[in-house]
């Protein structure tokens, strides 16, 4: 069909594309004994995932299990479940002067998808996209992020084992490959990455004509009301902030706040963190690492170059990969930390003396895929979510938008387009395709006649 | 009064656009189109621009391509009023937060998804329904909320400068501004950062405004084309069938994404079919169809030597029509028999009063045919028999499916209009319209309060296997604890209720008894 130039996965597209013609993958049944396979792969090796995710980025077996086994786990019970009604056509309501007519909106697959995966969630990110995609009868290859090799290469050693190998394949890949691969034509691509990847994907599948989900990222901005909880509010930030050291992509980017409440919350900060970590953080096996060298010492250069103060952590480590969990004040808006995504350890706290400052703060800046607020004051987080646009928002606690099942999970401008999760997930990967069955009768002709 | 929108080519024109931007992303950061109130009035005050100016319009496209009152009125003018009266209706229902249901884990959790609109959105109008597709998307993006550039298409100018006229005069211009230019200019326009892109055109012009989108990151709806083929089985109403095709042919002289491009049928349907044909297009046109005032002429002359070219160069038989006229810009409803599928009719959307018909000897052969090609916009497929009708709707895919007419699934109220693969991405027309232009927003509101926080707290460290057991217990189960009004849960409520009632009366009443002993 279209002339694309002949690649390193060329042949391999094209069988992946001969196996969905074939129509394989259509029915239900094969779907949701894939999808069981897929539970079946993770219950059976759920030790080497937890070994390779620790060998990753020394990821706590409580997080790796919660963030990722779990996650996956769950959404693989409610596509297995759900598959099918998905799968149903939405029917339209019976209209009298059409009596004689059906018309209903089927659901069909877009064909071979391509998911590029994430190294953060290394194996939630490459599966949880995939699932959705085999759920909705597409053939899927699965990139995963080459900077988590371990994952990636289980994966790629797993999933030929339990999945159809001709409908579902893993390529292990670098920049350049991936490059290659995104040559070739896709019917829909899933990429979870950084705002520049985005943007380079895009453009790629601007040639085919593909469309895409992108989930990207960018600094989601945590306002903090002088009327917050400060106990809750420390304890609900740091979490959102040091689970998997910062390395998530909603994880809360920095804080606004006024001073007063930014004493209150360093009070509290100070008491949570010994709480959780003791005194001495580098040995405790609760905390991650980052993911490689390259990161650690970016996030190291902002905490050399920042110009704000820091009050708590501020260690690193390049050799161990280790950066300690830092909050830094008295940072300004042109500070080193407040140029680029953080995707680390780090969080600044940034001075406002009105959630109005805060909503025109943020509005200066890319849209984010999760915006936080934190008041007790009702009416201060209703003016944030009226007055800014965000991927998401969550009142009161951070990250937490994810629990509900049922919620889009997806960015808007530079954090992102398209949405997923659950049902979405479906929807994601399936062209809906408007069906008019009409008859031949004389009266629905007679009907017709006037045009 | 606004200021003029009109532009010429040569002004300075990026700087102007950026201007544009800059003041439409102004005014959509007050919050000028977000209330209801704001965006009901701006779609009335369409309404009206269409009513009031509907003879004007309608000369408009009269003048642009010679298109017959009776079809600028009914493919376009009433389809905008229609859509726009639907949108006023149900605009308030639209806007409405999706809550999700209660969930006994999460008491004090509201948890919805808001509708945010994405701010400045840019139409790209087509020339074949000049007015529909700059206005019918504009519909959809009023009611999300945004502020719009509309870029109508320069080849349909009349058009287009009656859109430019009309639209200050009825819209806020503080917030919908039309641009008109040509090509370049339109490469120009695309450099700016707009929050979304809705273009109707061609793919290969579909695939230029999402690379310019993509350096922005801004997400499109694309309107594409392509050939889309219509099967006619043996086993059809030939008469029916034939009638349905050449009017879906005919309009705007065949100037539709979703006219029938070509036919797939065995010789002894294409006899019947065009014998039908020539009764038809006799008693609709008379002898000479050019002298029919109800024929549509191509837009331009760039597209009707095109369209003579194809013509020229078809090796297949021309059983109906040929009839070129280049002063006129008319191209005769022509029927080409015999077609290869090496013929240069084969070889592009046609956009035009011609033809094709291909022999196949089976569904099976016209599947394999269709599925070698871009997935179109349109499929047809006409049969008496539902059997062969659900094997193409089973075993092909393409924007949408009509079985045994064409055309009419455009406008079908509830039905998605929009292609997949190289016809299009995306979707629009009634709802849709507005779930195209906005952005869904998930928001959970949470509490301080301590209820429940035994649970949620489980997640700090330091970690520990118990804790560990917790959390993945709650997310497991949480799904359970939905308050859908599943029979079910209503049953198990009614059945607690009504036994806590019982309870209370017996306890209450034996106390009584008690009491008065």
């Not at chain 1, 959705?132 to 009868?137: E, N, P, S």
């Not at chain 1, 952590?313 to 953080?342: A, C, F, N, S, Y």
């Not at chain 2, 209706?89 to 937060?97: A, D, F, I, P």
């Not at chain 2, 309060?449 to 997310?475: D, L, Q, T």
Request: net charge neutral.
């Amino acid at each position: 069909m279209s002339s694309v130039a002949k690649n390193a996965y060329t042949e391999m597209v094209s069988s992946v594309r001969k196996a969905y013609n074939s129509g394989k993958t259509r029915p239900i049944s094969f779907r949701v004994q894939q999808l069981k396979n897929m539970e079946t792969m993770i219950r059976e090796n759920s030790n080497e995932i937890l070994d390779a995710l620790a060998k990753d980025l020394r990821k706590p077996k409580l997080e790796a299990t919660l963030y990722e086994l779990e996650i996956i786990l769950n959404e693989l019970k409610g596509l297995i479940k759900n598959c099918k009604k998905h799968a149903e056509p939405d029917k339209l309501p019976v209209n009298l002067l059409a009596i004689l007519d059906t018309a209903y909106i089927r659901k069909e697959p877009y064909g071979v998808v391509l998911v590029l995966g994430a190294w953060n969630y290394p194996v939630l990110l490459s599966l949880q996209p995939a699932m959705g995609a085999i759920c909705a009868g597409n053939c899927v290859v699965i990139k995963p992020s080459e900077l988590a090799s371990h994952s990636a290469k289980l994966m790629a050693h797993l999933i030929p084992k339990y999945l159809d190998s001709d409908c579902y394949k893993v390529v292990l890949a670098e920049v350049e490959g991936t490059k290659d691969l995104l040559k070739n034509k896709w019917d829909y691509i899933f990429c979870t990455g950084g705002t520049n990847v985005g943007r380079a994907v895009m453009q790629a599948a601007a040639s085919n004509l593909t469309p895409v989900t992108l989930e990207l990222g960018g600094k989601s901005p945590c306002y903090v009301d002088e009327s917050a909880d400060f106990d809750l509010a420390a304890k609900r930030i740091l979490w959102g902030k040091f689970a998997n050291l910062g390395q998530t992509c909603i994880a809360p980017d920095y804080v606004l706040c006024s001073k007063n409440a930014e004493k209150a919350f360093l009070n509290m900060a100070n008491v949570v963190l010994k709480e959780w970590y003791g005194d001495d953080l580098k040995t405790n096996t609760d905390i991650p690492r980052i993911v490689n060298a390259r990161h650690c010492k970016r996030l190291k250069a902002l905490l050399e170059t920042t110009r704000g103060k820091i009050v708590f952590g501020g260690d690193t480590d390049e050799k161990d990969l280790w950066i300690e969990p830092t909050i830094v004040v008295d940072v300004e808006e042109d500070d080193p930390l407040m140029q680029e995504e953080i995707f680390g350890p780090i969080l600044p706290i940034i001075t406002v003396n009105s959630v109005d400052e805060a909503i025109e703060f943020i509005n200066k800046r890319p849209r984010p895929l999760a915006l936080y607020s934190f008041a007790k004051n009702e009416k201060m987080n209703d003016r944030l979510i009226e007055n800014t646009t965000s991927g998401g928002v969550c009142v009161n606690d951070t990250m937490w938008h994810m629990a509900w099942n049922g919620l889009p999970f997806g960015g808007i401008g530079d954090s992102g387009m398209g949405n997923y999760h659950g049902k979405f997930s479906f929807d994601a990967f399936s062209h809906h395709r408007s069906v008019l069955n009409r008859s031949f009768s004389m009266l629905s002709e007679k009907l017709g006649e006037a045009r | 009064m606004a200021t003029s929108s009109l532009l010429s080519a040569d002004t300075d024109v990026s700087n102007s656009y950026a201007k544009i931007v800059d003041e439409l992303r102004e005014t959509f950061d007050e919050g000028r189109t977000l209330p209801l109130e704001f965006r009901l009035n701006q779609l009335k005050a369409l309404h009206l621009l269409v009513e009031e100016n509907f003879d004007k319009m309608l000369a408009a496209v009269h003048k642009d391509m010679r298109k017959a009152k009776m079809e600028g009125a009914s493919y376009e003018l009433e389809l905008l009023k229609i859509d726009a009266v639907a949108a006023i209706r149900e605009l308030k229902q639209w806007m409405k937060r999706e809550m999700m249901p209660f969930n006994l884990l999460l008491p004090l959790d509201k948890a919805y998804v808001k509708h945010d609109p994405y701010g400045v959105v840019l139409i790209i109008g087509a020339w074949n329904y000049p007015f529909l597709l700059s206005l019918q998307p504009l519909i959809g993006a009023i009611a999300a909320g945004n502020c719009v550039v509309i870029k109508p298409s320069e080849h349909s100018s009349n058009a287009a400068t009656t859109i430019a006229e009309l639209v200050p005069k009825y819209l806020d211009p503080a917030c919908f501004r039309v641009v008109l230019g040509a090509a370049p200019e339109t490469i120009e326009l695309l450099e700016n950062k707009f929050d979304y892109i809705f273009a109707t055109s061609s793919t290969r012009i579909g695939k230029c405004v999402m690379q310019a989108a993509a350096k922005h990151l801004t997400p499109v709806t694309l309107e594409l084309g392509g050939k889309s083929p219509v099967y006619i089985d043996d086993d059809s109403d030939i008469e029916i069938a034939s009638r349905r095709v050449i009017w879906g042919k005919c309009i705007n002289l065949g100037q539709t994404c979703i006219a029938p491009d070509y036919i797939l049928c065995s010789k002894s349907t294409e006899k019947r079919f065009i014998e039908h044909v020539k009764h038809t297009l006799q008693e609709w046109y008379g002898q000479d169809p050019q002298k029919s005032s109800d024929l549509t002429r191509i837009i331009n002359n760039q597209n009707f030597l095109r369209l003579q070219k194809l013509l020229k160069d078809t090796k297949g038989r021309i059983a109906i029509g040929g009839e070129t006229s280049e002063e006129d810009l008319f191209i005769s409803p022509t029927i080409v028999a015999d077609v290869k599928a090496t013929d240069s009719l084969m070889t592009e959307e046609l956009f035009g009063p011609i033809l094709p018909i291909l022999t196949v000897n089976s569904k099976e052969e016209a599947l394999k045919f269709i599925k070698e090609r871009p997935k179109p916009l349109a499929l047809y497929v006409f049969s008496k028999n539902q059997r062969t009708l659900e094997y193409f709707i089973e075993k092909t895919t393409s924007g949408a499916i009509c079985c045994n007419d064409v055309v009419v699934q455009n406008g079908w109220e509830g039905l998605p209009f929009g292609g997949v693969g190289d016809s299009g991405i995306g979707h629009y027309h009634g709802k849709y319209s507005y779930e195209t232009f906005v952005h869904k927003k998930s928001v959970v509101q949470r509490s301080f309060s301590k209820v429940g926080e035994k649970i949620y707290a489980a997640r700090y460290p330091p970690y520990n296997n118990w804790n560990m057991k917790v959390i993945a217990g709650f997310m497991k189960y949480l799904h359970i604890f939905e308050m859908r009004a599943r029979p079910v849960t209503l049953f198990a409520t009614f059945m607690a209720g009504a036994i806590a009632s019982v309870a209370v009366t017996v306890g209450w009443l034996t106390g009584f008894k008690k009491r008065n002993d």
